[in-house]
């Protein structure tokens, strides 16, 4: 059974303390990576259980860091119009690690970033709202050019 993206459900994870979230991922039948990275969040435990979450979580000193939910099953279904409508305001646009063809959408103020090719969304991140400049220097890491 695969588990579809829900922007509140991810929204939601971010306030959880690390024995709700175990429970929540059932994370005795999941997986845990400690002292991994995530794009430039460094030291963080990765947990990831693919049936009860459809994606990885990230927490550091106790707190969740990131949600990442990459393309699949999960965002098969859910359109980049369909992510916008529940968002405000318009978008830093940068480069995507996905690919050339794809840009990274980011509303960090909001908590929320995307990588998409037109309506296809390719990976959804969430995470605690914060300035632009606090996104790029905390998270973000640029995928240099694409060479072909």
């Known amino acids: ?7 509140a459900a991810c929204q939601q994870i971010l306030s959880l303390s690390v024995s709700a ?3 929540k991922l059932d994370i005795a039948h999941g997986e845990t990576h400690e002292d991994v990275k995530y794009e430039g969040l460094e030291g963080v435990t990765q947990y990831y259980n693919p049936k ?3 994606g990885r979580v990230y927490v550091r000193d ?7 939910v990459p393309s699949g099953a999960a965002l098969a279904d859910v359109s980049v119009r369909d ?14 690690r996905a ?11 909001q908590g929320v970033a995307f990588s998409a090719d037109g309506d296809d969304l390719c990976l959804v991140e969430v995470f605690r709202g914060r ?9 973000y890491q640029d995928p240099g050019p694409f060479i072909r």
């Open 1 to 7: 059974m695969t588990v579809a993206f829900d922007l």
């Open 21 to 23: 979230l175990k429970t």
């Open 52 to 54: 009860s979450f459809p």
């Open 62 to 68: 106790g707190a969740v860091q990131m949600v990442y």
């Open 83 to 96: 992510l916008t409508r529940k968002l405000t305001g318009k978008p830093k646009e940068m480069r995507s």
């Open 99 to 109: 690919g050339k063809e794809f840009t990274h959408y980011v509303y960090a103020d």
């Open 131 to 139: 300035p632009l400049k606090a996104y790029l220097s905390e998270i």
